[in-house]
């Protein structure tokens, strides 16, 4: 479970409480200072000169002692609910939402779940979901299940619970972002089967406990949907609604986007096609485009100990740390990578090049590297 008795992780918590502190100087927060706590210590001189920082949000510092007694009762709130929270430079925190600007400081779960996964799918679609758009997301997980992804969608209406209940029917791992904390299961009618997914996967928010829910939590959530995803496919939508914006979003944090054709005179096929035509996303018509987008194998199912770490003697000590990130991870994408390592962009390139040459790694599109497991 959490501990207040790491420190640093107690100042992350509360360095999140801070008002109108978005992800992204957060961030910036914990990479100039190297921790949180540095932030609330530092002289004032040293964080003006971080982009993004100024006087009110220096002011914020003075506040410290109330934000870490809050931060330690949420901690403590978590603990009693068996909540798992999830700090940005934790080894717990999603490595795929590591390298996207927007993406929650804390994330807060429950369950018997992984967030980092080797493969991951998000089903996202209308919460009025035809018996087509129904019978098409059970074909998806069916095709799929030989390859073991953790499905990702949001315990919504219609196509969301449809991806979670044909997930739990093939034993795969499912994932449901929301968008209220972890005790306000929304739509209540869907509490007995967050409770099955609990057993193989979970729920994930941003959202503490005891955060009203709000209408602007649900698209909000959407970003994280599809930062977790690999590859996500938009099985039926209508013109505009939350499905759409996950598309909109995954598309633009360069995932593999899917979209289901459907029938020309249905409204909620007409999202799907408008992707289609717009050339936002590819269209599905097997499991086949996502296993040869993505290079699944499934050969590359093999567990970590089944798997050798290569004879590294011709490579630099530099370009066996970025091997050994790949090896941990199997897949990584440039940014995360960079930021990982603390390496410049221009710098790991050329490593990531030589890397590719000599056979250990495949570069893929979205800026994404993966280990090559068949490298002896």
Not at 67 to 86: F, M, P, R, S, V
Not at 128 to 151: D, H
Not at 214 to 229: D, V, W, Y
Request: charged share 20%; net charge positive.
């Amino acid at each position: 479970m959490n501990s207040i008795q790491n420190k640093d992780y107690l100042y992350q918590v509360a360095l999140s409480l801070i008002p109108k502190l978005g992800p992204s100087i957060y961030k910036k927060i914990i990479l100039h200072c190297d921790s949180a706590e540095a932030f609330f210590n530092l002289p004032r001189g040293k964080l003006e000169r971080i982009q993004g920082i100024g006087p009110k949000l220096l002011a914020y510092r003075k506040q410290r002692t109330s934000y870490l007694t809050e931060a330690e009762k949420i901690i403590d709130a978590a603990n009693q609910h068996e909540i798992q929270i999830h700090c940005f430079m934790e080894d717990n925190y999603p490595g795929r939402l590591k390298a996207i600007p927007d993406s929650p400081p804390i994330l807060f779960s429950r369950g018997n779940l992984s967030l980092n996964p080797e493969r991951t799918v998000g089903i996202v679609g209308t919460r009025k979901a035809t018996k087509y758009g129904k019978n098409v997301t059970q074909q998806i997980t069916e095709e799929l299940s030989r390859f073991q992804p953790t499905i990702i969608s949001g315990l919504a209406y219609g196509i969301d619970v449809e991806a979670h209940r044909a997930a739990i029917a093939r034993n795969l791992p499912t994932i449901g972002v929301m968008g209220s904390d972890l005790n306000t299961i929304y739509p209540s009618i869907h509490k007995k089967i967050a409770e099955q997914m609990k057993e193989n996967g979970g729920l994930l928010t941003e959202y503490k406990l005891g955060t009203e829910m709000s209408p602007g939590n649900f698209p909000q959530r959407n970003r994280i949907i599809a930062g977790l995803a690999d590859a996500l496919v938009v099985v039926e939508a209508a013109k505009k609604g939350g499905a759409l914006i996950t598309a909109e979003i995954a598309y633009s944090y360069n995932r593999e986007v899917f979209a289901v054709p459907g029938n020309l005179q249905s409204k909620y096929s007409e999202g799907c096609n408008d992707l289609i035509r717009n050339m936002k996303a590819g269209i599905y018509m097997s499991s086949k485009e996502i296993v040869d987008s993505l290079s699944w194998n499934l050969n590359s199912g093999e567990s970590l100990a089944q798997q050798v770490f290569p004879d590294t003697s011709l490579l630099d000590p530099l370009e066996t740390k970025i091997l050994e990130r790949i090896f941990d991870k199997k897949e990584v994408e440039v940014n995360w990578l960079s930021h990982d390592l603390n390496l410049p962009i221009s710098t790991l390139a050329v490593k990531l090049l030589n890397l590719e040459f000599l056979g250990f790694v495949k570069a893929f599109p979205g800026k994404k590297y993966q280990w090559l497991h068949n490298k002896q």
